[in-house]
C-alpha cells in the first residue's frame, strides 16, 4: 500500500473526500515528524509507538577497498508494533492479503 491507495481507503471507509483524506494523512504524517523532531515520541494505543533513538559514531569498511571509514553519529526512528497491530498480523498466519 502507497500513500494513494491509503488516502483511497481512508476517503472510502470514512465518507471523506479524497482531498479531506489526503490532508488528514498529511496532517498526521506532519505531527508525527514534528514530534519526533523535537525528541518526543507518539503512542498510538493498540497500533504502535514512534520514537527516536541515538545511534553512536563507529567504524566501518568500504567494501570495495576495505578501507576504514567513518561513520558519523545520528538519530534513527523506531517504531515498536503495539499489542494490537502484532495480534492482527499474526491471527492471519503471516500471509499477506
Do not use: W, Y
Not at 491507495?5 to 490532508?23: F, I, K, P, Q, Y
Amino acid at each position: 500500500m502507497n500513500k494513494n491507495d491509503l488516502v483511497a481507503h481512508v476517503a472510502e471507509s470514512t465518507g471523506l473526500s479524497r482531498a479531506d483524506a489526503g490532508n488528514a494523512i498529511d496532517s498526521f504524517i506532519d505531527g508525527v515528524t514534528k514530534t519526533l523532531t523535537k525528541g518526543g515520541e507518539v503512542r498510538l494505543v493498540g497500533f504502535g509507538t514512534f520514537g527516536v533513538a541515538a545511534r553512536a559514531a563507529s567504524e566501518g569498511r568500504n567494501p570495495r577497498t576495505g578501507e576504514t571509514i567513518k561513520i558519523a553519529a545520528s538519530k534513527q526512528v523506531k517504531f515498536k508494533a503495539g499489542k494490537g497491530l502484532k495480534d492482527a498480523v499474526n491471527s492471519t498466519g503471516g500471509k499477506k492479503k
